[in-house]
Every structure is written in structure tokens, then in C-alpha cells.
């Protein structure tokens, strides 16, 4: 284990009755980096940050915070979002922070710079029962940064924010990790995770089906579609070339997957320069929704 | 531990309801505490009417008897329910708001969560205690003609009890809130429970042979109840022949810490194996 180890996760597994919520999972987060645990509703998402908060008992795997069992020193340096903000609603929201950095014993001096960063300072003196939805999350955010954490831990934080408050949301996660705060954050939007996170680990049905850096793993083959006047010809000279990875026939295109970073132009150069006349020649952009059905799907079979 | 104070304080402080409900009790304790004696009286008068001989005034506020009176009074069932309600309130708020798991992912281990409710109820018990102190000794101090050390002192141990009646009754109400998790049903059954359930099931006990000592004594709300029993108001009731509590009983208080302990215990345990 690397001295920057914030979490490691090994084989947790969680039943309730029947269902396997978590499913031998395995993970490790280091420091720095922004974490994405992507999955439909119902794969084990929240089971797992539960199990991991020892909120839930697992039913088999261990876990460890920092390279130890989890304190409640070390709670003190987790900072924990949920979807729904949990806070006493008859408090200030001033109250309500105050009262948290009594608990993780933090100097309240920094509440106010926190109100200001999450854009409730002109707000602070108001209950925390009259807050908008967007706003009780930014509190939850603001909550959660006390007591400088290493890491941060979001549950669908942006469900049922409005546009311009799930990109509030959105920016200040960005903010907070170029504070050096590591950020793990489950949701069940592939959107959401390509635009925030650097990590995905893609779970369904409790298991994990890939993990590894946004790039990689969610990468999108660009298929490129091409006819010409000669397809029999255009099949061969297409596979010839070295930077084509794949050619598949759909109706009466052929559809070209290149390398990353392969131009069209340079397709379209190569073609011509084997005597080829093209007839058509698009882009096809994939969806990100259709390319992640797609990855569930396949692990369906 | 005076982090924990702190932060329960952090909580009512501004909490409306709490001083609501707990203003409600004061008022209606204190004054009760001051029309007792004038509605005894008024009973007596009325009584004296059919009496062959005329029955005396009692004195319900002078030194030693006071500290017995009064404290009896603070003790009826539906006087009790006040702060033990407040405590459900209180308890039950954290799990129906979800903070009770907050306050564990910000940093407080489950035992310190118990023991900060734990740390609230005894605080409470102390402070409902020190009225009625104060209360009794202005009360005292103005009725009674001449104070003796003797005088002031005797009896004094009602206070005692009732601070340790006081707290199993509340540890017990925390014990149904840490169970049931959610305020109107723990607010129901202990209501139930105290006001309803045990007195029927000590009154049905009894009735076989109409022994005063059965085993219904020993439940816990009764027997915690039992520790400050009828006042010796005055030489009249001791005229119609009843048998009057002179000091507190010191089973009955042992008996009350053991309850309060085992409650103590299961709030501990639950909250141990229970998700949060």
C-alpha cells in the first residue's frame, strides 16, 4: 500500500435477504484524485459508502481508512455529503456548523469562510429549515469541509438540483479537489462522472465491472461511416491501414473505428492516395448514455 | 464529557419546543406546588362540615415536612410525564432528522452519542431538582416560625430520592426513545406504559389478597415512583389510621439504580449491533 493510500476496499460483501447489494467489491483511492463509483440506481452504490462509514455491517471484507480501521479520529478527516442534507432544522445554519466543529473539534473561525465558498455567508442567520434544496446541499458541502478533511465523500449529491444548481454543485467539487481534498463521489449519472471525475469504478449489481481512469475506461470510439464507389475494395484497403482498429458493416456503410487521434482528413488522404472515390464520409459521435447501456449490456451476457 | 455537555447545549439552546415544553412544566409544577396547600385546606373545610369534631388546617410548607410535600407532589404520574416527554422529543428528533448518524460520520463514536443523552438527562434531573430546592426553601423559610438546624435538615433525603426517581424515570424514557426511534409512537407507549399499562397490572396484583406489597411494587416506574410516597401532611391522616412514609427507603433506591443501570446497559448494546 502506497503511503498516499486514503482508502482501501477489499472484497466488502453485503446481502439483504436474497440480494446481493455488494458483491465481493474491491477498491483503492489515493490521494489527489477524484473518484467516481458510476452505477444504475440499485447497484450498490450507497450500500457500499454505508459499509465503508460503518453505517452497515458487511457481511464479509475489510476496509481500511489511512492504512487503519476507522476511528472516530479518522471520521474527523472525512468529510461526508448524502443525497438528502441532514441537519437540525430549527438551527441557524451558523448553528448548525458551529455545532459540527464542536464535534470534529474544529476552531469555528473557518465557518465563515466555508459559508462564503458554498455562497451562504448573506444566508448564514437563516433556520436551516427555510433553505432551498440547492442550498441545503451546498450547506451539506460547507459542513463537510470542516475541519480541513482529506477526503470527501458525495452520495448523489445533485439529485433533484436544478440546472444551476447541480452545476454549482458540479464546480465547487472541481474547487474543493485543487484544495488537494480527495473526492469520492457515487452517482448514477455517466454525465455527471465524465465532466467531475479523473477515477470510475462502474459497479452493477453489486459487482464491479471496470475501474480505472474516466479516459480509459469511458473512452468513446469516434466510428467513422464511409461508402464509396467500390465497397469490396474499400473493405480491404480500410484494414490494410494500421491505424484502423476496426471495420464493421452496417446497411450499405461501412463503419470505421481508427486509433485515438487519428484525423479524418488523414483517413480521407490514405483513400485517395489508393485510388479510392469516397462517396460518403461522416462522423458518428456515440452517446455517452448509449456507450455505457452498451458496457452494461455486454456484461449482461 | 464537557464536550458532549456542549454540544447538547448547542442543541436545545435554541430550540423552541424544548423551553416550551419545559416552561409548561415549571409553570404547572410551581403552581401547583403553591395552590397545594389552599385546595388540602379547602378539602378539609368541606370534610369538616359532615366531621363530629372540626378537622385542623395542615401546614404543607414548613420545615421538614416540605422537602417530603413537595417533592411527593413533583413525583405524581402526570406531573413526571413533562420531561420525560421532552427527553422522547429530543431523542427521537435525532434519528427522524437523521443527525444522530451526522453526529457519528462528523466524529462522535456511538458510546459518546449515548453518553451525551445520558450526560443530558442527569443535567436535567439536577436542574428540575435545584427548583424544586430553591422553591421549597423560599416556601419553607416563609411558613415555617422557627428554623432548626434539626428541622431544616430532617427530611432533607427526599430530595435525594427524588433526584434518583427523577432520573430512572427519564434514563427509562431514553431507553423507549433509543428503542422505538420515533417520537409519536415513543411518546404513545411510554405513556401507555406509565400511566396506564403499570398502575392497572399493580392494582390487579393486589387484588387477589389486597396485600399493599406485592411484586407490582418492584416494576420499575413504581417502584422508582415508591421512593417519595404519600406525605405525612398532617397529624390527620395519621388519625385515620394509615401508615405514612417517614424516610425513604433505601431497597427502593437501590432498586431504582439497578433499573437505571440495565436501561443503560440496553441503550448501550442496541446502539452497538443497530445500523444507524
Known sequence: MSLTSILSVEGITKRFGKITAVDNLSLNLEQGYIYGLLGPNGSGKTTTLGIILDMIRADAGRYQWFGQPLTKEARKKIGVVFETPQFYPYLTAIQNLRLIATIKDASPETLDELLRLVNLFDRRNSKFITYSLGMKQRLSIAAALIGDPQIMILDEPTNGLDPQGISDIRELIKKINTRGITILLASHLLDEVQKVCTHVTVLQHGKKLFDGKVHDVLAIDDAIEVNADRPDMLRSVLEENENVNKVLTENKLLLVVTKPGYPVRSLHEYLISKGIIVTHLAVRKRSLEKHFLDLLKKEEK | ?276
Open chain 2, 1 to 276: 464529557m464537557r464536550k458532549l455537555l456542549k454540544i447538547e447545549w448547542q442543541k436545545i439552546k435554541t430550540y423552541k419546543t424544548f423551553w416550551l415544553v419545559i416552561s409548561l412544566y415549571f409553570v404547572f409544577l410551581l403552581s401547583g406546588i403553591m395552590l397545594a396547600e389552599l385546595i388540602f385546606n379547602a378539602m378539609i373545610d368541606d370534610l369538616s362540615k359532615n366531621s363530629p369534631f372540626p378537622l385542623p388546617h395542615v401546614s404543607f410548607y414548613t420545615f421538614p415536612d416540605i422537602w417530603h410535600n413537595i417533592t411527593y407532589f413533583a413525583s405524581i404520574r402526570f406531573v413526571v410525564i413533562f420531561p420525560a416527554v421532552l427527553v422522547i422529543i429530543l431523542v427521537c428528533n435525532e434519528f427522524s432528522f437523521k443527525t444522530s448518524r451526522q453526529n457519528i460520520l462528523n466524529g462522535l463514536s456511538r458510546t459518546d452519542f449515548v453518553t451525551s443523552k445520558l450526560i443530558l438527562v442527569t443535567v436535567l434531573s439536577f436542574f428540575i431538582l435545584l427548583v424544586i430546592m430553591i422553591s421549597s426553601l423560599i416556601l419553607g423559610i416563609i411558613h415555617t416560625d422557627e428554623i432548626t438546624v434539626q428541622s431544616f435538615f430532617h427530611k432533607f433525603e427526599f430530595l435525594g430520592g427524588f433526584f434518583i426517581q427523577m432520573l430512572t424515570l427519564l434514563v427509562f424514557s431514553l431507553f423507549i426513545a433509543f428503542m422505538i426511534r420515533s417520537t409519536a409512537l415513543s411518546i404513545a407507549v411510554f405513556t401507555f406504559y406509565v400511566i396506564i399499562m403499570e398502575p392497572i397490572l399493580v392494582m390487579i396484583l393486589k387484588i387477589p389478597n389486597f396485600q399493599p406489597n406485592t411484586v407490582g411494587r418492584y416494576f420499575p416506574i413504581n417502584n422508582a415512583l415508591n421512593i417519595v410516597e404519600y406525605p405525612s401532611v398532617t397529624g390527620l391522616i395519621k388519625t385515620l389510621g394509615f401508615r405514612l412514609q417517614e424516610n425513604v427507603v433505601f431497597q427502593d433506591i437501590f432498586l431504582s439504580i439497578g433499573y437505571t443501570l440495565l436501561f443503560c446497559f440496553l441503550i448501550y448494546f442496541s446502539m452497538r449491533k443497530r445500523d444507524i
